[in-house]
């Protein structure tokens, strides 16, 4: 038995506190600890209990069983820490794992013993922390523990400002390369080896994957595959409990596996997905600390993920909608629909040899294939005569510019490819409609639009004329450079058509 001797401190200067549930285990320590001349010692038999106390009276030393009803041991660790992050705390117990034991360390605690252990090993590291501490003045220690809070503060707070930073920056991605950040943000934030987002199918009670990340890179499908079948019992118990899992080593999976699975809510309550962060090489486990970190970025993640999913659906059902007026006019006039198609193909060929950025590229995409949408709106006696119109009719086929534009008004999703499709029958010299615009004032994307418009509606058959040879159409574009047509667009109008006509290129 060790005896304290003159160099440790007095016991009965040197409160412990005993947290155990089992009260044979927490009568061997106390009577261990005062034959060691520890007399300064309380024993409870819970963490409830032991926070009670520790809120009221401090510890010098605090010595805890891992397992305990209620509050776990790690739990009551984490809390001791926040109330003063200088108290050592020895952790003891029963079922030892490796994960627990890294977790309890990287919690804070100073030492690990597992039962049954050596009542004289107990002693030597009660001693031992209690000398180290000792050697601290009370300033240190205030100063330690101030440091310890402070910094864990700034810890979290830069966590959070990272991760509000981080999603923020990629605001402007396209979906699922929001959703690749996303993951590989909680890679960092925890170490994870790799993460990964599902959706939740409801119609067909699965899962879909949006995006597997290993070791920063996106993982091949195979894998990504196999590790997701792995997962989706946990990931259906997540959605059913609608709590978010920390798993380690136990439950379904292997013993070196550590996982966290939290669920992406829409508004905070329905779940579209799961955010998930797995280790399988037991070098990472995860902890509480991860978990958070991992539910503060789904939190945020969901915000933007929510908006950018209802984004795509409610896009794609506007689109359908959109596809449905298109095919109503086809049904009374036929060029409409091909020459939608056409025109669009051209405007982008003609962008990417501009070099116009994929947001633009998009944005016309949208306004070429429902530039002449409203000519829904025109009679079929004006839009169908196989004659020459009158001025009266003209004007009239002339309002599908606005009419356009109103019609894409009731979409606020459709701001930026309004004016495209009002300004589609401008012209360079303003001499065009609906606003007379000249130059650089019609949207440039207007501009890329109008010559494509122009070339397919002079090459394509009309009710009251035939097409134009594409030679003659090119000679026509080409002699209203700076004149009815924006001459750089023309130029690289010609260009693109050239290329893409040259058979090798394609
Ligand atoms: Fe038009």
Redesign the pocket.
């Known amino acids: 038995m060790t005896v304290a001797t003159e160099e440790q401190p007095v016991g009965d200067l040197k409160s412990i506190l005993v947290v155990d549930d089992d009260e044979a285990t927490r009568g061997v320590i106390i009577d261990a600890l005062r034959e060691s001349c520890y007399f300064n010692t309380r024993e409870v038999e819970n963490g409830q209990q032991a926070l009670s106390l520790l809120k009221t009276a401090s510890f010098d030393l605090v010595i805890s069983d891992l397992k305990m009803p209620g509050m776990s041991g790690l739990d009551l660790l984490t809390r001791i820490k926040h109330l003063d992050s200088s108290t050592p705390v020895i952790i003891i117990t029963g079922y030892p794992t490796i994960d627990l034991t890294v977790s309890a360390m990287k919690e804070g605690a100073v030492d690990f013993l597992t039962k049954p252990f050596k009542i004289d090993d107990l002693i030597f590291k009660v001693n031992l922390y209690l000398q180290e501490r000792s050697l601290l003045s009370e300033e240190d220690r205030d100063e330690r523990g101030t440091r310890w809070k402070l910094g864990e503060k700034i810890r979290e707070l830069s966590t959070i400002r990272l991760i509000g930073e981080r999603i923020e920056q990629r605001r402007g991605l396209a979906g699922d390369d929001m959703f690749d950040e996303i993951v590989k943000l909680s890679l960092a934030l925890t170490r994870g080896e790799t993460g990964l987002i599902v959706l939740v199918d409801e119609t067909n009670k699965c899962f879909l994957n949006k995006s597997i990340c290993h070791n920063n890179q996106r993982a091949d499908a195979d894998s990504g595959d196999m590790l997701e079948a792995r997962l989706t019992p946990l990931f259906r118990e997540t959605v059913l409990s609608r709590a978010p899992l920390l798993i380690n080593g136990d439950h379904s999976l292997r013993a070196d596996d550590s996982l966290i699975a939290v669920p992406l809510t829409i508004r905070g309550s329905k779940i579209f997905g799961i955010l998930a962060i797995f280790s399988g090489d037991g070098t990472t486990i995860f902890t509480r600390k991860d978990l958070t970190h991992v539910q503060n970025l789904a939190e945020r993640a969901s915000l933007y993920l929510e908006n950018t999913i209802l984004y795509e659906s409610l896009f794609g059902s506007i689109m359908n909608t959109f596809e449905s007026l298109i095919h109503s006019i086809h049904a009374r006039d036929n060029y409409t629909e091909r020459h939608s198609r056409s025109v669009t193909h051209l405007s982008l060929l003609t962008a990417k040899t501009m070099g116009c950025s994929d947001y633009e590229i998009e944005s016309l995409r949208i306004s070429a294939h429902l530039?002449?949408i409203g000519k829904i709106a025109v009679p079929d006696h004006i839009l169908l005569k196989p004659a020459p119109l009158s001025d009266d009719e003209y004007r009239i086929i002339q309002t599908?510019?606005e009419a356009g534009e109103d019609i894409l008004k009731s979409i606020a999703l459709f701001d930026r490819e309004r004016s495209i499709v009002r300004h589609?029958?401008e012209r360079w010299d303003g001499r065009g409609y609906p606003d007379g615009l000249t130059r650089n004032k019609i949207p440039l994307l207007a501009r890329i639009l109008s010559v494509a418009?122009t070339f397919d509606a002079m090459t394509s058959d009309r009710p009251y004329r035939k097409a134009l040879p594409p030679a003659v159409a090119v000679d026509e574009i080409r002699d209203n450079r700076w004149k009815q047509l924006d001459g750089d667009v023309v130029d690289a109008f010609l260009s693109a058509l050239d290329e893409a006509r040259q058979p090798s290129k394609h």
């Open positions: 530039h002449d599908h510019a589609h029958h418009d």
